[in-house]
């Protein structure tokens, strides 16, 4: 009798401990990414189930609130990483740049970012970080005229 729930109590044991050396996934892994078009649907679609159910519940009399527009994207998080191109057409409508828009930050780019700069009165690195591209996006849609 003994042996018998010795074995039972073994087989309890070892079925308890093989369940607890299973590795859990972090949140991360089991989180799919999201880009910003799938989270603002959900957003759009989240905010018409609201409207239909405000509208089933309204007293009579009453105005059902509806969305006025459609939801943006939303930005990305963090500070904004503007790309090459970007760079290269607001230097050329700040008239710094006269290269090819070509996407590539090459030195004639880094020479247009370090002549902008020290413009500015910023450290002239050749680098385009936070404060240089507030300055700099400003130029981004701007058409060139002969004053710039």
Partial sequence: MQKFVFIILA???MTLGAGCGKKQKSLEEMQEPMSMESLSTLKAEGTAQQT????SSTPAGT???SPA???EPLPPSGPYQPTAVEIQTALQNAGY???AIDGKAG???KKAIEEFQKANGLVADGKVGRKTWALLSK???AATTPDN
């Fill in 97 to 99: 740049y006269t290269g």
């Fill in 63 to 65: 105005a059902a609130v």
């Fill in 52 to 55: 239909q159910g405000a509208e």
């Fill in 69 to 71: 527009a459609p939801l």
């Fill in 139 to 141: 130029h981004l849609n």
């Fill in 107 to 109: 030195p004639k780019t």
């Fill in 11 to 13: 087989l309890a044991v």
